[in-house]
Nanobody, 123 residues
Framework: QVQLVESGGGLVQAGGSLRLSCAASGRTFSSRNMGWFRQAPGKEREFVAGISRSGDITVYTDSVKGRFTISRDNSKNTVYLQMNSLKPEDTAVYYC????????????????WGQGTQVTVSS
């Protein structure tokens, strides 16, 4: 399976911004739709945003539309999540993985979940 390493999280005040990065190993990154997911304490992991292989299609969960932007650089095997206007309810551990954009779910069996990156938004 592809190894994934997330970074860029931190502690930020409400209204602030963060940019997350996710680096993938292997040669199949450019052929895979990618997604960001998050898991808040006591909750299940949920889909946040997804991007197609070429980057021309993006999808977002309703709660982040207009605030978050997903992008990718296939030459660097990296996917990004620019998060603006952060809210306390965005507090979670953020992960990336291969994604199925139509169902907004993880592409099982492609990537191993990384350690994630913690995002904490204070009010």
């Amino acid at each position: 399976q592809v190894q994934l390493v997330e970074s860029g999280g931190g502690l930020v005040q409400a209204g602030g911004s963060l940019r997350l990065s996710c680096a993938a190993s292997g040669r199949t990154f450019s052929s895979r739709n990618m997604g960001w997911f998050r898991q808040a304490p006591g909750k299940e992991r949920e889909f946040v945003a997804g991007i197609s292989r070429s980057g021309d299609i993006t999808v977002y969960t309703d709660s982040v539309k207009g605030r978050f932007t997903i992008s990718r650089d296939n030459s660097k095997n990296t996917v990004y999540l620019q998060m603006n206007s952060l809210k306390p309810e965005d507090t979670a551990v953020y992960y990336c993985n291969g994604a199925l954009l139509a169902s907004r779910t993880v592409a099982d069996g492609w990537g191993s979940w990384g350690q994630g990156t913690q995002v904490t938004v204070s009010s």
